[in-house]
């Protein structure tokens, strides 16, 4: 079945901006010998990310520039977490392949169990976040986080990401997020940094 694109445009600054990043990196070299159906299949991923949020969660894209995205899940109950598993499962194993499922799953649970111990309860996830290469150091980035902030904070909800760029840290604790824990990803061989926002916290908007 041929897969069809919704944000294919976005998808593709996703991708040129965090194409180098560990945990993307890992899951695909795993797709193909090919660089071509490498990046295809990563714009798939991004694009079926962004439609996973839009759905279960937050998707922030501007209205006017496709510089980038902000691509957010919140928490769901048991039977609607399973049903987004078994969908981005089938999902992975169709488009990318049965090694990359594997690489992104296994990273993935890793990442979940050392996160479950530390993260409060009904936090929002900051699942992806990037800008298109061109469009960067131009402080955007603020404006795909924060409208989501200040719904989050309206509703009195934490928020989380994890990150492998320490170059952007400084950038999440100017919007209220504080380190709270940092490991090695064995898979990847690269530390990442686990980074909560409490409600109300950081940069006022503008």
Same mark, same amino acid.
């Given at each position: 079945?041929?897969?069809?694109?919704?944000?294919?445009?976005?998808?593709?600054?996703?991708? &040129?901006?965090?194409?180098?990043?560990?945990?993307?990196?890992?899951?695909?070299?795993?797709v193909?010998?090919?660089p071509v159906?490498r990046? /295809?299949?990563?714009?798939?991923?991004?694009?079926?990310?962004? %439609? %996973?949020?839009?759905?279960?969660?937050e998707?922030?894209?501007? /209205?006017? $520039?496709?510089?980038?995205?902000?691509? =957010? &899940?919140?928490?769901?109950?048991?039977?609607?977490? $399973?049903q987004?598993?078994h969908?981005?499962?089938?999902?992975?194993?169709q488009q990318?392949?049965?090694e990359?499922?594997?690489?992104?799953?296994?990273?993935v649970?890793?990442?979940?169990?050392r996160?479950?111990?530390?993260?409060?309860?009904?936090? =929002?996830?900051l699942?992806i976040?990037?800008?298109?290469?061109?469009?960067?150091?131009?402080g955007?980035?603020?404006?795909?986080v924060?409208?989501?902030? %200040?719904?989050?904070?309206?509703? $009195?909800?934490?928020?989380y990401?994890?990150?492998f760029?320490?170059?952007?840290?400084?950038?999440?604790q100017?919007?209220?997020?504080?380190?709270?824990?940092?490991?090695?990803?064995?898979?990847t061989?690269?530390?990442? =940094?686990i980074?909560?926002? $409490?409600?109300?916290?950081?940069?006022?908007?503008?």
């Open positions: 079945m041929t897969y069809q694109f919704i944000h294919r445009e976005i998808a593709q600054a996703l991708y &040129l901006s965090l194409c180098q990043d560990p945990f993307y990196v890992a899951i695909e070299r795993e193909s010998n090919d159906e990046q /295809e299949a990563m714009l798939k991923y991004f694009d079926y990310s962004m %439609e %996973e949020s839009r759905k279960h969660g998707l922030f894209i501007p /209205e006017v $520039e496709g510089f980038g995205a902000s691509v =957010w &899940l919140k928490p769901v109950d048991y039977a609607l977490s $399973e987004i598993h969908e981005k499962t089938a999902f992975l194993r990318l392949g049965e990359s499922l594997k690489k992104y799953a296994d990273i649970a890793f990442m979940s169990e996160s479950k111990s530390i993260v409060p309860c009904g936090s =929002w996830y699942s976040l990037g800008i298109a290469p061109q469009f960067q150091n131009q955007l980035g603020k404006k795909l924060q409208p989501i902030l %200040e719904r989050a904070d309206k509703l $009195e909800a934490p928020s990401l994890e990150t760029s320490s170059r952007n840290r400084s950038f999440y100017r919007m209220g997020y504080q380190e709270s824990a940092s490991f090695i990803e064995p898979i061989d690269c530390e990442y =940094w980074m909560i926002r $409490e409600p109300f916290a950081g940069e006022s908007p503008v």
